[in-house]
């Protein structure tokens, strides 16, 4: 088992991104992607955390899925907060791994998408958060790496695992 890892927020091990079930897939979020390609951001080290279980075989996750929306969102917010080396990385990382698989947003999940985005006006998560959530319930994947509170709104379970208050 992989030792714990000390990040600015407190030391991360892999009980913090176990699931109740095993799964072998998990949608990466947006969030989790930028402050795993960007050192400088404060969540980089448990992002690392995450991808050393995953390696290591602490974590049962082998298949990290990314959709257009996610990647469009990563992407740009490293190219325009972090530098295009940190995005171009991210892609070719994307192109060349075997980790992460690329699943595009059905049509039927992307109209879910755009309801739900319409209907709940009281949520202030961005249109990708909606897409991500709809697509998810298509594909039957329960967990999304993410830093993204919206989620907690959404029939998916965020990891890594955090107090809700």
Do not use: C
Not at 58 to 75: G, K, Q, S, T
Not at 88 to 95: P, Y
């Amino acid at each position: 088992m992989a030792a714990p890892v000390e990040t600015s927020i407190g030391t991360v091990t892999a009980e913090h991104f176990r699931p109740g079930h095993v799964r072998h897939q998990v949608v990466v979020g947006p969030k989790f992607l930028y402050a795993l390609f960007n050192p400088r951001d404060q969540m980089h080290a448990v992002s690392r955390a995450f991808m050393a279980f995953v390696r290591d075989g602490d974590l049962p996750y082998r298949r990290l899925i990314v959709n257009e929306h996610i990647v469009d969102e990563a992407a740009t917010r490293l190219k325009k907060q972090a530098s295009i080396r940190n995005a171009a990385s991210f892609l070719t990382t994307l192109d060349e791994s075997t980790l992460y698989q690329f699943a595009s947003v059905s049509e039927t999940a992307f109209h879910d998408a755009k309801a739900t985005f319409s209907e709940w006006t009281d949520l202030d998560a961005s249109f990708t958060d909606f897409v991500v959530a709809a697509h998810m319930d298509a594909l039957d994947v329960e967990h999304i790496l993410t830093y993204d509170r919206h989620y907690d709104a959404f029939d998916v379970t965020p990891l890594p695992y955090r107090n809700r208050d």
